[in-house]
């Protein structure tokens, strides 16, 4: 990498030759020198490329100051960055028809019912309270974590078996081991589970088989006693 002496010395030499061509003066002091070290974002349209580069962070008791440089150049006059995005775009189309490692769950995984707590609505909680034969405040008494959101979509998220191991399974999780998991209220799971994608998903346990039959059991039924 150049040193700042010659990359002052080259741009004060480019700005003489751009002032003798077209007679428009040039300050030394309205050009940043600073070299491109660090590459944070590039965004393509159809005209201009962006980059975001040198990003620093100064951070603060309460806050933190995210600052960056950018650079944007009008690219489709220039043949040698028209062939470049080209090449990219062309990369583009060849890779459109790759599948990620996951596209769908294997019978019994449940690794998402284990690694994440779904928040549910006021209606998921009423289907699930209909379903179970139980109140609406039974309902988010026994099963859910009670916390609204801003914006009074949800009300809380779903408890796990133990409450202390962010691991833990959710309570609705039927079967005892990996390859033999189910959904006890499957029929009026969340909403947050129910528009869950396996696409791509890489908490899936890799050990088990697609092609292989599978048999859910019984359905969750809550104990009389209020601990289940």
Known sequence: METIDLITLRARRELAAFTRET???TKIELMDLETLRQ???MEIDEENITITFNETTTRRYNMNEVTHKEWVHKYNDDPEFVAAIARV???ARKHMRDLP???SCPPGCAECCKNYEPFVSESDVQRIAKHLGLSYKETMKRYVNKRESPDGSDVGWLKKVDPSDSNS???FLMGPQSGQHYCGIYAVRPSDCAEFSPIG???VDTTLRHD???K???PFKPRSNGRG
Request: aromatic share 8%; glycine share 4%; hydrophobic share 40%.
């Open 23 to 25: 007679k428009q003066p």
């Open 169 to 171: 399974a959710c309570v």
């Open 212 to 214: 292989r039959e599978f």
């Open 216 to 218: 859910i059991g019984a």
């Open 101 to 103: 490692d996951n596209v």
């Open 39 to 41: 590459f944070n974002s």
């Open 201 to 203: 998903c890489e908490d």
């Open 89 to 91: 775009v062309e990369l």
